[in-house]
């Protein structure tokens, strides 16, 4: 495949999976409560837009969705904004030290964190064990 095609197809992808949510959801008070309440995984990205860092989990974690949409049928993606949301009780009960902070959540157990990582192999990891728990 030449580097046309690849750009076309990639540039594509939003388009032809529409099934695949590649964005998470935006953070409220009391979300991700409902989502545990009801038995669901929840993957936690907290991150501010000018984070050079959570800029790169972002393409990592959306590159991951798209090769495997299991990802996204399974775990619930909540984002997390840093600026809003840094000093709230959600932020206090997880001892979230920074932004670029990824948490998996079950029920009432935290599952795995990541606190600035950016490499694919240690994100996916993570992923799994979401898509697994």
Not at 2 to 24: E, S, Y
Not at 69 to 78: D, L, R, S, T, W
Not at 103 to 125: F, H, N, S
């Amino acid at each position: 495949m030449d580097r046309r095609h690849f750009l076309t197809l990639t540039a594509a992808l939003p388009f032809a999976a529409p099934g695949i949510a590649l964005a998470g959801q935006e953070y409220t008070p009391g979300l991700v409560q409902k989502h545990l309440a009801a038995g669901d995984t929840v993957f936690l990205d907290f991150k501010a837009s000018w984070c050079s860092t959570c800029a790169a989990q972002e393409r990592v974690i959306n590159a991951l969705k798209a090769e495997n949409p299991m990802y996204a049928q399974k775990v619930v993606f909540i984002d997390v904004d840093w600026d809003q949301f840094g000093k709230s009780d959600l932020v206090k009960s997880l001892n979230i030290p920074r932004r670029s902070t990824l948490v998996v959540l079950k029920g009432d157990k935290e599952l795995g964190r990541i606190v600035a990582g950016t490499g694919k192999a240690q994100i996916k990891d993570l992923m799994d064990v979401a898509l697994n728990a």
